[in-house]
Structure formats: structure tokens, C-alpha cells
């Protein structure tokens, strides 16, 4: 997967590359958008121009000062704003496939203490959060969450769509599937796939190969329930 539209700290390569300020629009109005927006405050060059709801047509009409659109007025800032997507679920899929359908170009947020090898790449519409740490030749998809110090070993794989939760650590050669979603603080070791839209735990240790669409916890994690479609 080739490099996309990266959001870098200052001094990187990438980040004189782009305007010196990017206009984000934030698909999403409820908590997740919040910690979204503070993320990208803390990103040189990138200013929340505003919220996008689609789900209460009485939200407030702003967020933090920041004005708040309902989704069928949104369309006319595709010309000159960015987007990301703020649903902490990993059916946003959604809600980014409308936004596209507007004109609206995804970007990656990387934030600035999270340590992304140059050797890996991010995709659009992806967010690595706080103390985050992505090794060599990984790929991460598009419209991946990769929250607070979330550790991604080398050579590892991540789908599109899928999450990775605060403090998890993946083991370097892994394969986690599209839509999957690795709960918080859960370690997945070394060459291990995790099928499509299956759910890791809080705290499960992976040791062993997980197929779609399951739900797999504990240490060492097991598998409880199957026939689920993500979180």
C-alpha cells in the first residue's frame, strides 16, 4: 500500500509538503469527536473548523466553540476542508462512505509524540493517537484507530476499519483483519492473524490464530461467542 495523505509532526518531510494550515472536518458531534479534535489541535498546521451530526438534528448548534453541521448541510466544505471520521465503533463505514459520496477527502492524523517509522505507511483517514509507537514496514489501512500508546511491531498488517485499543500491543508479522477490534491493554504475540470483524478483549493475550468473527477473550485468549459482525 503506497503512502497517503499523512498529517506529520513539523519535522518530518511530509508535513512542508502540505499548506501551512488544513481545515478538518470532523464527522462525528458526541465524546470520541472531542478527543478527535483534541488530537488534531495538538498537530501543527491543522485547525477543527467543525463538527459534522447525523443523528440528532437538535444537537447544539456548536462544540467547545466549534460550530456543529448536520450532515445534509455539510456537503459545500468538501471544496475546501478535510475530513476524518470520529465514531469509536468500527461500523463508521457508513458514515465515511456518505462523506465521500459529498467530495470529501480523508487524511490521516498522526499526533506528535507517536513514533511512526518512516518505513511504514498510514491510511487515509487513519488516526494514531498519543504515544503511540508503529514499527518497520507495517501497513495500517484506511480509517484505522490506533488509540493512546497502542504498541504495532514490524512487518505487521492492519485492515481497514479496524481498532486497536489504549495500551494493546501487537506482535511484529501479525495480521489483524479488516474491522477487527483489539480491546484495551490486550497483547496479540508474534505471527498471529485475527480474522475480519472479530473482537479481542480487554486484556486477552492472543497465542494462537483467531478466525472472523468471533469474540475471544481472556489469558490465554478463548473464544466465547461467534457469528458477531465487529464492535
Not at 448541510?73 to 465521500?100: M, N
Not at 488516526?127 to 495500517?140: D, E, F, L, Q
Request: charged share 15%; with cysteine.
Amino acid at each position: 500500500m503506497p503512502s497517503l495523505d499523512f498529517l506529520r509532526p513539523v519535522d518530518s518531510p511530509e508535513y512542508f509538503m502540505q499548506e501551512t494550515e488544513r481545515k478538518i472536518i470532523i464527522f462525528g458531534a458526541r465524546s470520541f469527536a472531542e478527543e478527535v479534535a483534541d488530537l488534531a489541535s495538538e498537530i501543527p498546521g491543522v485547525r477543527v473548523a467543525g463538527f459534522v451530526e447525523n443523528l440528532d438534528r437538535n444537537h447544539p448548534p456548536n462544540l467547545h466553540g466549534i460550530p456543529v453541521h448536520w450532515i445534509d448541510d455539510v456537503a459545500p466544505l468538501a471544496a475546501t476542508h478535510q475530513a476524518v471520521c470520529a465514531l469509536g465503533t468500527v461500523r463508521r463505514r457508513s458514515l465515511i462512505e456518505r462523506a465521500k459520496a459529498m467530495g470529501f477527502v480523508f487524511v490521516a492524523l498522526i499526533h506528535p509524540s507517536a513514533r511512526v517509522s518512516q518505513k511504514s505507511t498510514i491510511g487515509e483517514g487513519s488516526m494514531v493517537s498519543a504515544g503511540c509507537i508503529i514499527a518497520a514496514h507495517s501497513v495500517v489501512g484506511a480509517h484505522v484507530i490506533i488509540n493512546r500508546g497502542a504498541l504495532v511491531g514490524h512487518h505487521l498488517e492492519i485492515g481497514d476499519y479496524a481498532n486497536v485499543g489504549p495500551g494493546a500491543n501487537i506482535g511484529g508479522g501479525s495480521r489483524i483483519g479488516s474491522g477487527a477490534y483489539i480491546g484495551i491493554g490486550a497483547t496479540v504475540i508474534d505471527h498471529i492473524t485475527i480474522g475480519a470483524e472479530s473482537v479481542i478483549g480487554a486484556g486477552a493475550v492472543v497465542t494462537k490464530n483467531i478466525p472472523a468473527n468471533v469474540l475471544a477473550v481472556g489469558a490465554p485468549a478463548k473464544i466465547v461467542k461467534e457469528g458477531i459482525e465487529g464492535k
